[in-house]
C-alpha cells in the first residue's frame, strides 16, 4: 500500500483564511519573532518518530536519529524524550547529543573523514558503535582504542553499487561515490582483523542515499547487508547488530509516495531472518515534513516578458535546498489573498542566480509584506543555513501542544561579527 499525504499528519494547515502550525496562529508567532523564522511542529515530530518505531514494531530495532538533519538542540532533546537515539556524523554532533542528554552507547559515530581527534573522543566516550568508512580507519580506531586501554565497537559502511535513484548529490551507493568500501571487499576485511586486540568488530552498515522515494533501491541494500551478515557470522564474527541507515524520502510534491509501512514490509523479510536487532539512521523522514520556513515578500516586479517575482527576505543562506539540488518545496502564502492565481518566480534576497525558490508556482496574488511559508522544511534547512551575503542565522520556533518557543533565537550582528578581528 502507497500511503497518500493527505492521510499522513498535516501540521501546517489554513484555518479561517490564515495559516497555522498545529492550530497555532504563524503570523502572531511572526509578529513577536520576526522572519525569516523556521517553525516547528512537535507533535508532527513525535508522529513520524512513532510511525516508522511502530512500523519495525514486528523486528527487534532501534532507531537512531540522523543529527545532521536538525539538531536544534531542543527538538534533540524532544526526540531522546520518546526514546529516540542518535546518529552522529561529526564531533560537533557527538557534543550536541550528549548536551541534550544522550548517552554515549546511544550514539552511532558515522562519517566520511572523521579526524584522530573526533575518533579518540568518540573511543575515549565509549560510544554505541562507530561506523568506520575503510579498512585504515578501522586500524586507526584499533591503535586508538588499544593506547587507551579500551575496546571500540566497530561496524564497516559497505558501499554495494546501488543506484538510490535519488538526486546524485544525495546518493551515496554507488561505487563512484566516496562512502564506504566495496562490498566484495568487506569481507576480508572482517576477516582479517576479527581478532585484533581492542577492536570489537559488532555491525554491518550500509546507507545508499537520501530522498529515496522507491523500495526496490532499499530493499536491494538490505538484501546485501544480510548476506554479507551471513557470511561474517559463518566467518565468526559476532555481529549484534545490522544497520541499513537512512534515506527514506518525504513527499515534498504532496503525492503519493512510499511511507514507513512500505519500507518496513520491504526490509524487514530481508533482515529477520539474521535475528539480529536492525539499527535505522532516519533523518529527514522524522523532522522533514515538521518544518516551514516562514518568510516576507519584500519586492515585486515584473520581467518584460510577464515573469512575475516575489522577492523574499529568505533565500539560499536561509534554506539551501532548491539551489544545491533543484529540489522542490510547497509554498503557501499565510493569509492567502482572493483574486486570480498566477504563475510566480519565488526568489531570495541573494546575489545568485540560482537563489530560487520556484520558478512559475501557480499562487494567490502576492503582495510586499505578504507572509509566504516554504513547507516541508524541518530537514536540512536550518542545519545548512549560512551567513552568505551577510544574514543572519534565522530563529527557530518549536509550537508544543498549543504553546510556541523560540528554540533558538535570531542571531545578531555583533554574534557574526564576534570571530573576526
Ligand atoms: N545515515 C547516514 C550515514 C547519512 O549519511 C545520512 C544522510 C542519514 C543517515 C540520514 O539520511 P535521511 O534519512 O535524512 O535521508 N542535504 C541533503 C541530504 C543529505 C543527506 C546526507 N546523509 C538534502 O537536503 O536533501
Known amino acids: 500500500m502507497i500511503t497518500c499525504p493527505s492521510l499522513v499528519y498535516q501540521s501546517f494547515t489554513h484555518i479561517d483564511g490564515e495559516l497555522t502550525c498545529d492550530g497555532v496562529s504563524v503570523a502572531a508567532i511572526v509578529t513577536r519573532v520576526g522572519t525569516p523564522v523556521y517553525i516547528y511542529s512537535a507533535h508532527a515530530i513525535r508522529d513520524a518518530y512513532r510511525s516508522i518505531d511502530e512500523a519495525f514494531a514486528a523486528c527487534p530495532h532501534a532507531i537512531h536519529y540522523a543529527l545532521k538533519a536538525n539538531s536544534t538542540l531542543a527538538i534533540v532533546r524532544l526526540l531522546r524524550a520518546i526514546g529516540s537515539r542518535v546518529d552522529a556524523n561529526s564531533g560537533g554532533e557527538i557534543e550536541v547529543a550528549l548536551r541534550a542528554g544522550c548517552e554515549p552507547r546511544d550514539i552511532v559515530f558515522t562519517g566520511v573523514g572523521k579526524t584522530r581527534e573526533e575518533l579518540e573522543r568518540a573511543v575515549a ?38 543506484d538510490a535513484g535519488s538526486h546524485p548529490n544525495i546518493s551515496t551507493g554507488l561505487r563512484i561515490n566516496k562512502f564506504g568500501v566495496p562490498l566484495q571487499d568487506a569481507r576480508a576485511i572482517y576477516r582479517e582483523r576479527r581478532s585484533r586486540p581492542g577492536l570489537r568488530l559488532v555491525g554491518v552498515h550500509v546507507h545508499i542515499g537520501s530522498q529515496i522515494t522507491t523500495i526496490d533501491p532499499l530493499r536491494k541494500a538490505a538484501r546485501a547487508l544480510a548476506g554479507l551478515a551471513s557470511e561474517l557470522r559463518a566467518d565468526g564474527v559476532a555481529l549484534e547488530h545490522v544497520d541499513v541507515g537512512g534515506g527514506l524520502g518525504i513527499p515534498y510534491e504532496g503525492r503519493p509516495m512510499i511511507g514507513a509501512s512500505e519500507y518496513a514490509d520491504a526490509v524487514i523479510p530481508e ?141 545578531t550582528l555583533d554574534e557574526m561579527l564576534a570571530l573576526e578581528s
Not at 566516550?125 to 578501522?138: F, M, P, Q, R
Not at 536550518?382 to 508544543?400: C, F, K, Q
Open 271 to 411: 533482515l529477520r531472518p539474521l535475528g539480529l536487532p536492525v539499527l535505522l539512521e532516519p533523518g529527514r523522514a522524522i523532522v522533514g515534513r515538521a518544518g516551514a520556513l516562514v518568510t516576507r515578500v519584500v519586492d515585486r516586479k515584473r520581467s518584460p516578458e510577464g515573469r512575475q517575482f516575489a522577492v523574499l527576505d529568505a533565500g539560499m543562506a536561509e534554506l539551501i535546498r532548491p539551489a544545491l539540488y533543484g529540489s522542490y518545496h510547497r509554498i503557501v502564502p499565510v493569509r492567502p489573498r482572493q483574486g486570480p492565481e498566477g504563475p510566480w518566480d519565488i526568489v531570495g534576497p541573494i546575489c545568485e542566480s540560482s537563489d530560487v525558490f520556484a520558478r512559475e508556482r501557480v499562487l494567490p496574488p502576492l503582495d510586499v509584506d505578504d507572509l509566504v511559508a516554504v513547507l516541508d522544511a524541518g530537514a536540512y534547512g536550518a542545519v545548512m543555513a549560512s551567513n552568505y551575503n551577510r544574514h543572519l542565522l534565522p530563529a527557530e520556533v518549536l509550537v508544543d501542544a498549543g504553546h510556541w518557543s523560540v528554540i533558538r533565537r535570531r542571531q
Open 125 to 162: 566516550l565509549g560510544v554505541g558503535v562507530i561506523n568506520a568508512e575503510s579498512a585504515g580507519e578501522l586500524d586507526r580506531m584499533a591503535a586508538i582504542a588499544a593506547a587507551q586501554g579500551r575496546d571500540v565497537r566497530a561496524a564497516l559502511r559497505v558501499n554495494p553499487d546501488i
